[in-house]
């Protein structure tokens, strides 16, 4: 069964930070770009960052610039994001996509091309 699971989400306060991390079974990711996508309530989903095959395209949403990080290990098969100084503007549903991407280093927010999607991790940012 190919799946994604996301981790890492809850509560935390204001300019605390959380990591998520996007775990794949039943398939490899190394052929995957990945994609965290993130939904507020009554909110568009919007995309938050994502990561090419080799690493080598990262983008990063205006908004999470400076603040997050994402980053992959191929070995474990699992892609993470740092999210520090965390706004409560930041509180969503935290999902990981997988698009599968043989020849290309490349990735992007469009959440169409994504093959794969996670079941999505609660952050919610308060005091």
């Known amino acids: 069964q190919l799946q994604l699971v996301e981790s890492g989400g809850g509560l935390v306060q204001p300019g605390g930070s959380l990591r998520l991390s996007c775990a794949a079974s039943?398939?490899?990711?190394?052929?995957?770009?990945i994609g965290w996508f993130r939904q507020a309530p009554g909110k568009e989903r919007e995309g938050v960052s994502c990561?090419?095959?080799?690493?080598?395209?990262?983008l990063y949403a205006d908004s999470v610039k400076g603040r997050f990080t994402i980053s992959r290990d191929n070995a474990k098969n699992t892609v993470f994001l740092q999210m520090n100084s965390l706004k409560p503007e930041d509180t969503a549903v935290y999902s990981c996509?997988?698009?599968?991407?043989?020849?290309?280093?490349?990735?992007?927010?469009?959440?169409?091309?994504?093959?794969?999607w996670g079941q999505g991790t609660q952050v919610t940012v308060s005091s």
């Open positions: 039943g398939f490899t990711l190394d052929y995957y770009a």
């Open positions: 990561i090419s095959t080799r690493g080598g395209d990262i």
């Open positions: 996509a997988a698009d599968r991407r043989l020849n290309s280093d490349y990735c992007n927010f469009d959440s169409h091309e994504y093959d794969y």
